[in-house]
């Protein structure tokens, strides 16, 4: 015995040691994609800059060449207005210079006003400045702070992992709140990403077989609950990110919460031998299994939840029935194989549309093989008859009270043992069809009649 726990132990390090290894090559490959992607991010992001420079460029050098333009053709009208005024300056002092030849004073005096016409020539009213410098006012342009600023560009660190607490995490009822912390000096962060998965193991996540992860993004405060959850698994698997708006971080080392779930099977054992048993289906089947009215119990689909860690499920097994005498006479009935004894449960019954008469409900142990559901004080169902007129209706105790009710497809029921609470729901509308109130003194077993 000893050797053989030895050789278990060795085989489970064994198997742990095979998926490390494939962890590790998962991890390998995740590198490198993750390498390639940031390298094309990289240059998508320069090739951006270099647009912009790019474009910056283009826009200043169109500046620079419309600024050219203009002063140019400032400049050379002024030099063209300079040339005219130049040639009637010549032609004045062409003239003035005439007049200084003329030897004869009485000839002199004939020329009148010669002092006043050269005063007034176009080059005394003319400004010796350019209209325009030969600087370049639009590259006047300081670009040290983009050079420091680009000088700047570095990687930030990531966000370290959160921590997850697991004291914190609560499961209750369809919802899953998870709650974590940030290490110190954890860096800028911006948002988290929650990540979940279903899951039949309670250790670390595996990396064959496994459901791929749920993603909940941009999440700001350090918990969140996950709601509308239906725990067809026995664990789930959570783990958080840190995000800055940069780059995310890694993730926290993942947990694995429990969800427990009421999941029941039909005992076969304890069935009328005129229902056919299959799990969690069963059908009348008076001629050797070619019957026509079917009735499916999805327990798949049950969940269940503590309200506080005081009050958590407790299901136990019945003994298999072997020892007790099935079902017979008119009571064509069978039960589950999985007793309530505590906590709050809940499943639904699929019901086929050629099913003309049924019942489902909960009893305890002590339904003896000719009862029926509902016709004793230890039982308690919802029945519904089609054979004449749709009539559905609730029992106890051998007494019946119609519902003023729609037949559902698929009926729910929900049992909160401690509370003393049995209600039957329409599970496609959610609207309650009835419920009992009572004190429960014994394990409660799902029971179905068809």
């Given amino acids: 015995e000893s050797m053989q726990r030895i050789v278990s132990n060795l085989a489970n390090k064994n198997g742990e040691i095979h998926n490390f290894i494939d962890m590790l090559k998962h991890t390998i490959e995740n590198i490198q994609v993750n390498s390639s992607n940031a390298i094309s991010e990289l240059d998508e992001e320069f090739n951006g800059l270099y647009s912009v420079l790019d474009e910056m460029r283009g826009s200043m050098a ?25 040639e009637s300056s010549e032609e004045l002092m062409e003239l003035a210079a005439q007049s200084l030849d003329i030897k004869d004073p009485v000839e002199f005096m004939k020329v009148e006003n010669m002092e006043w016409v050269v005063t007034r020539a176009p080059a005394f009213r003319m400004s010796m400045k350019s209209a325009v410098s030969d600087s370049m006012t639009h590259l006047m342009v300081d670009f040290t702070l983009e050079r420091h600023i680009l000088q700047a560009v570095h990687f930030l660190p990531a966000p370290k992992a959160p921590e997850i607490n697991v004291a914190a995490c609560v499961v209750a009822d369809n919802c899953v709140t998870v709650s974590w912390r940030m290490p110190e000096d ?3 962060i911006d948002h988290f990403v929650l990540e979940y998965r279903k899951t039949n193991f309670d250790g670390p996540p595996r990396v064959k077989d496994e459901q791929r992860w749920e993603l909940i993004d941009c999440i700001k405060a350090t918990e969140y609950t996950l709601s509308g959850l239906k725990f067809d698994t026995k664990y789930m698997n959570l783990r958080v990110q840190a995000c800055s708006k940069a780059v995310a971080g890694e993730y926290s080392d993942p947990v694995t919460l429990e969800t427990k779930a009421f999941v029941f099977r039909l005992d076969s054992t304890s069935s009328h031998l005129n229902l056919k048993v299959e799990d969690s289906h069963v059908e009348w089947d008076s001629t050797g299994g070619k019957g026509q009215e079917r009735v499916k119990g999805k327990e798949n689909k049950s969940r269940s939840g503590a309200l506080s860690p005081k009050r958590t499920s407790v299901n136990t097994r019945s003994l298999q029935r072997g020892n007790r005498d099935r079902f017979t006479g008119e009571s064509y009935t069978v039960l589950g194989d999985t007793a309530v004894a505590s906590g709050q449960h809940y499943w639904e019954v699929k019901v086929q549309k050629d099913c003309k008469c049924y019942s489902v409900g909960v009893t305890y142990r002590n339904l003896w093989k000719f009862d029926q559901l509902g016709k004793t004080n230890s039982s308690w169902c919802i029945h519904i008859n089609k054979w004449l007129q749709t009539i559905i209706s609730v029992k106890h105790n051998n007494k019946a009270k119609t519902l003023d009710k729609p037949v559902p497809d698929t009926i729910g029921v929900y049992c909160d043992f401690d509370g003393g609470h049995l209600a039957f729901y329409n599970a496609n509308s959610k609207d309650l069809l009835y419920i009992f109130r009572t004190k429960f003194t014994q394990p409660l077993l799902p029971g179905f009649m068809v």
Avoid: F, P
Avoid at 68 to 86: G, N, P
């Fill in 62 to 86: 169109n500046t620079v060449h419309q600024e050219e333009a203009r002063k140019i053709k400032m400049l050379q009208d002024q030099l063209s207005q300079c040339s005219r005024v130049l």
């Fill in 186 to 188: 954890g860096g800028r």
